[in-house]
Nanobody
Framework: QVQLVEYGGGSVQTGGSLRLSCVRS????????MAWFRQGPGGGREGVAY????????YYRNDVRGRFTISQDKDKNTVHLQMNSLKPEETSMYYC????????????????????WGQGTQVTVSI
């Protein structure tokens, strides 16, 4: 059974950077995909970035493209999210998700398409 553990959240000022990591255990991550989602106070869970198992397909939500970078270290079964130029409205709980199936650009932001979730790591961006 796949388990995900996120870390790396914290508090930064506007324009700051954070690097989130998600460690995957329970399998070798040889297929499927992983993604980062976030959920702010009172909001729904929204897809932030996606990467498939061979790293050839990467997608971002429009408002983070150019500032956030998703990457993976297959040897360590870890997926990272480098976040630069953070904004106060990006204050959220950030979650890692995994699926045994790859997703299309239209499907991946749908949280219902993902069956394994981490517990989340809080990111707070102050003015």
């Amino acid at each position: 059974q796949v388990q995900l553990v996120e870390y790396g959240g914290g508090s930064v000022q506007t324009g700051g950077s954070l690097r989130l990591s998600c460690v995957r255990s329970g399998d070798s991550y040889s297929r499927g995909a992983m993604a980062w989602f976030r959920q702010g106070p009172g909001g729904g869970r929204e897809g932030v970035a996606y990467i498939n198992s061979d790293g050839r397909e990467i997608y971002y939500r429009n408002d983070v493209r150019g500032r956030f970078t998703i990457s993976q270290d297959k040897d360590k079964n870890t997926v990272h999210l480098q976040m630069n130029s953070l904004k106060p409205e990006e204050t959220s709980m950030y979650y890692c998700a995994a699926s045994p199936n790859q997703k299309t650009p239209e499907m991946w932001p749908n949280q219902g398409r993902w069956n394994t979730w981490g517990q989340g790591t809080q990111v707070t961006v102050s003015i």
